[in-house]
């Protein structure tokens, strides 16, 4: 019996060993010389969301309204923001400018947008 | 028996707790080489600062002429993306504030020269169109505030031009004013120090302009300063080599600077104009790659120089200027 619970005790701790190191890893990407990562956080404002597209952990984009249209609306939702980031992310990865046009926000239905 | 259930439990246990910590990550990310990021990056952009903050936007990125503005933190060091200016993407516009509100007018699209003027207001993230530029479409010209009043002087319209138009917000009008006596050129820089308006580099005839004029913001006349060329017979401007045109100018602490543009090649150098004794010196070279069509601004005082592009790629960086610090490479 105590065999059996120091059993499933020691199977407990290297599992979860395993998961600090899993979670705590660096990414296979690691840091490369010459490399920069991009990132993009969705963030909460104004009772909307907004995005940052981070560049080594610092906001190289601070996007707290609803990029290229008039007004300073917030995305209703985190999802908008997350997939807006993303689009811009994508944009900058393959060298073009980062800038989002009212037709892409319309193609993406992106609320609040007509 | 019993072990291998709860042993199997806590594996179950386990693998979802990690999915899970996967899948809720709100972050998704790449690696890109630092030398090929370009982020905001062109040249020829138009700009304006309001409240210490600077809008920098159209402009070309190489492929397109552009719409989209950005407001760039100085102190932080990041980019917002704000409303689109309505008109066509374009290069070569000029941008200027007055009493609070930025205006970006004149420029090329690609195939027109353009005329068309528009106000920012920072407040509501919108743009305006205003009456057209008065004078003739154009791009390449150079732009200044004083008195909350702009003006847009020289350029390129098929012709170089050396007139000077006022807009007067308040009225929604422009006014022709004195012209420069001389030294009519595209792509030239403008600097305010006090309530003067200092107009210099540029290139017209392909040549590089030397002529440098002053205008005073009260009388709204020109004043012929010393050419920015070693043409004189005294010393003091053995060592001018600076003319050129498509640098960034800033003027900061009542001392104007002409950094980077074209000059036999693309250039890294710097000069400083003291407007007291009438002379330049050259200063500390920019730090980045030399480059044409940079953006110059001055916010609190301290002076920058973002953007431009070399003879192929787009810069995305920023660059601070201090021009009273020793040089320290790694800073």
Redesign the interface.
Same mark, same amino acid.
Request: aromatic residues 16%.
């Given at each position: 019996m105590t065999k059996r619970k120091l059993f499933i005790l020691a199977g407990a701790a290297v599992l979860l060993l395993l998961l600090i190191v899993a979670r705590y890893r660096k990414p296979a990407s690691a840091q490369q010389d010459g490399m920069v990562q991009l990132t993009v956080v969705p963030f909460e404002i104004k009772g909307g969301w907004g995005y940052k597209v981070m560049m080594d952990n610092k906001p190289y984009i601070y996007q707290d309204v609803i990029p290229g249209v008039a007004g300073n609306r917030a995305f209703h939702s985190k999802e908008d923001a997350q997939r807006v980031g993303n689009l811009v992310l994508e944009k900058m990865m393959q060298h073009k400018l980062p800038a989002v046009t009212l037709a892409e926000l319309t193609e993406m239905q992106v609320a609040g947008i007509q | 028996m019993?072990?291998l259930k @709860?042993?199997s439990l806590?594996?179950v246990a386990?693998l979802m707790?990690?999915s899970k910590?996967s899948t809720t990550t709100?972050?998704? @990310?790449?690696?890109?080489?630092?030398? %090929?990021? %370009? @982020?905001?990056?062109?040249s020829a952009a138009a700009s304006f600062v309001i409240d210490n903050k600077a809008y920098v936007g159209t402009g070309y990125?190489g492929e397109?002429r552009?719409q989209?503005f950005?407001v760039y933190?100085v102190d932080?060091?990041?980019?917002?993306?704000?409303?689109?200016l309505p008109g066509v993407g374009r290069s070569g516009a000029v941008g200027m504030a007055m009493a609070g509100k930025g205006y970006v007018g004149t420029g090329y699209d690609g195939l027109n020269k353009l005329s068309d003027f528009y106000q920012y207001d920072p407040a509501?993230?919108?743009?305006a169109r205003k009456a057209d530029f008065a004078g003739t479409a154009r791009y390449g010209a150079v732009s200044f505030a004083l008195n909350d009043k702009g003006y847009i002087a020289t350029g390129y319209d098929g012709n170089w031009l050396k007139d000077n138009w006022r807009y007067d917000p308040a009225s929604n009008a422009w006014t022709q004013v004195q012209s420069l006596t001389s030294g009519k050129r595209q792509d030239g820089n403008a600097f305010v120090i006090g309530n003067k308006a200092y107009v210099c580099m540029g290139t017209a005839n392909g040549t590089y302009v030397s002529d440098f004029y002053a205008f005073d913001g009260g009388t709204e006349t020109w004043t012929a300063l010393r050419a920015i060329d070693n043409v004189s017979d005294q010393s003091y401007d053995d060592n001018y080599n600076f003319k050129g045109s498509g640098a960034a100018a800033f003027a900061m602490r009542g001392l104007g600077y002409i950094a980077t543009g074209t000059k036999t090649g693309l250039s890294t150098a710097v000069w400083e104009y003291n407007p007291g004794t009438d002379l330049w010196v050259q200063k500390t070279d920019f730090e980045g790659a030399a480059r044409n069509g940079a953006t110059g601004f001055t916010v609190k005082d301290r002076g920058f120089v973002v953007l431009g592009t070399s003879s192929s790629q787009p810069f995305d960086n920023m660059f601070e200027f201090d021009p009273t610090a020793p040089y320290n490479q790694y800073d």
């Open positions: - | 019993r072990y @709860g042993y806590l594996l386990s707790a990690c910590s709100d972050k998704i @990310g790449n690696w890109i080489k630092r030398s %090929e990021f %370009e @982020g905001v990056g062109r990125d397109n552009l989209d950005w933190d932080l060091n990041q980019w917002t993306q704000k409303a689109a509501s993230n919108t743009w």
